[in-house]
């Protein structure tokens, strides 16, 4: 396909290495964050950590939206899909992320009226075809997909449509990276940008990163040769002194973003004061609700949900997997209780999810050895 | 698809599960009808798989345009990069 395959060409992934390779610092170890999950998933299906030098480390950030919900709001969502007469439709991931008491798939068949969807789009056809019930979507994600559901209770608005509601758990990308640089765990040489979050907000928020932490971060693409691309960029700014944000996904992402995508954004939704993020805790102003103008299409509104914090289960370290503090292999049950068939943290249920990129790839094999 | 750049067709997404995600995954996709009075288009994967899809915050557009899609929302229109 255009504008995949040539991403993909093994020959230039081999100059790219090599150029990587002579661009390091031997004497240098270089820990280089990639912020969101996609990548995450790329990095290990194409196998880009084993073309780089042993001293180019590779950490994973808290941007798998799904590994971030804390369990607190996955039974906030299970309350609403058992309110009488509700339809509640989520994201196929979403249905396996383990809540206090089991998640939306054990609600499911307990006998919920849980459906899953592709899209926000989906859900409201399901409310057009079912005006005599509720439906409800749990809408989820970052800077991506809040247009989608922006734009979907717009148009729920505009169609005179009553039955449809969202729960918004969408969540902002710059608020946790602060957090990330502020804490004292992790010193990072660099940042492999979010391409798609820039699609929508642009390279221009990332700024402070380089100018207020002196950590150089390149928007990159999700093809193996974009990442290697992007990690050359960071390794030759920090060779130069330089020290900035560059645009490597330029084939699509506008410097400035995209203007229409902020104004539906703004306009459907508000900031938080603060929401909670699993691992990282509370974070001010990361999160999204719905405006006041779009207050009746708020299912938390709408409906009482119970809003109650639940620690997560102690076994599981995905608070530390997230930060990039431990990888995954590194946690007690990786692999053994926390399967993706049998999850205990969230991110072994998304595939964007670090542990699950590990297992799913047996990649976890070759660092056990190193240990 | 040649994912892996070794010449063999691995249908990669497909073989990897990766299409039931969280929808934060972008998808490539191109443009194969139009009904722009309600705003949305008809668009096709690599994989032949159709969806209806919002196309506001990218219009005006083609049929024959390849769009990046989030959750059912086309956030760019992909062009070739001028170097």
């Known amino acids: ?371 | 698809m040649d994912a892996r750049g070794d010449g063999v067709d691995c249908g990669a997404d497909e073989e990897f599960g990766h299409c039931i995600t969280c929808s934060d995954e972008g998808v490539p996709m191109c443009i194969v009808a139009l009904d722009e009075e309600r705003g949305l288009a008809l668009c096709e994967t690599e994989a032949g798989a159709r969806s209806s899809v919002e196309i506001l915050l990218v219009a005006p557009v083609l049929v024959g345009d390849s769009v990046l899609v989030h959750a059912g929302t086309a956030l760019r229109k992909i062009e070739e990069v001028v170097k």
């Open chain 1, 1 to 371: 396909m255009k504008y995949v395959d040539e991403y993909r060409d093994a020959e230039l992934g081999s100059v790219l290495a090599a150029e990587i390779a002579t661009t390091v610092d031997p004497d240098r170890h270089y820990k280089i964050m990639e912020v969101c999950g996609g990548h995450t998933h790329s990095i290990y299906k194409y196998g880009v950590d084993d073309l780089l030098p042993d001293n180019v480390e590779l950490v994973h950030g808290p941007g798998c939206p799904v590994c971030v919900i804390p369990m607190g709001r996955v039974d906030d969502g299970i309350a609403l899909a058992h309110q009488e007469n509700v339809i509640f439709t989520c994201f196929g991931d979403m249905m396996r992320v383990p809540g206090s008491e089991g998640s939306l798939l054990d609600a499911k068949a307990e006998g919920a009226d849980i459906r899953m969807v592709y899209s926000p789009l989906d859900a409201l056809r399901i409310a057009r075809s079912n005006p005599d019930r509720d439906v409800i979507f749990f809408a989820i994600g970052f800077e991506t997909t809040a247009p989608s559901t922006a734009l979907t209770l717009m148009r729920a608005r505009s169609e005179g449509i009553t039955n449809f509601y969202a729960m918004c758990n969408h969540v902002t990308i710059l608020p946790p990276l602060r957090a990330l640089l502020e804490s004292p765990d992790l010193r990072l040489d660099g940042f492999i940008g979010p391409g798609h979050v820039c699609t929508v907000v642009g390279a221009k928020p990332f700024e402070f990163i380089p100018r207020d932490y002196g950590t150089p971060l390149v928007v990159s693409g999700f093809e193996p040769l974009d990442l290697l691309q992007s990690v050359l960029q960071i390794v030759r700014q920090l060779g130069e002194g330089r020290c900035e944000v560059e645009n490597q996904y330029s084939r699509l992402v506008p410097y400035d973003g995209n203007p229409a995508a902020m104004k539906v954004m703004a306009e459907v939704f508000e900031l938080r004061p603060h929401f909670e993020w699993r691992g990282l805790g509370f974070i001010s102003q990361s999160g999204l609700k719905l405006s006041e103008g779009y207050a009746d299409l708020d299912a938390e509104r709408r409906f009482s949900v119970p809003g109650i914090r639940v620690a997560d289960p102690k076994a599981c370290q995905c608070g530390e997997v997230l930060k990039g503090v431990i990888k995954p292999w590194e946690c007690k049950v990786f692999g053994t209780a926390c399967t993706p068939e049998r999850p205990i943290g969230t991110c072994m249920v998304s595939s964007e999810g670090a542990c699950a990129a590990y297992y799913n790839f047996g990649r976890f094999a070759r660092e056990r050895e190193v240990v």
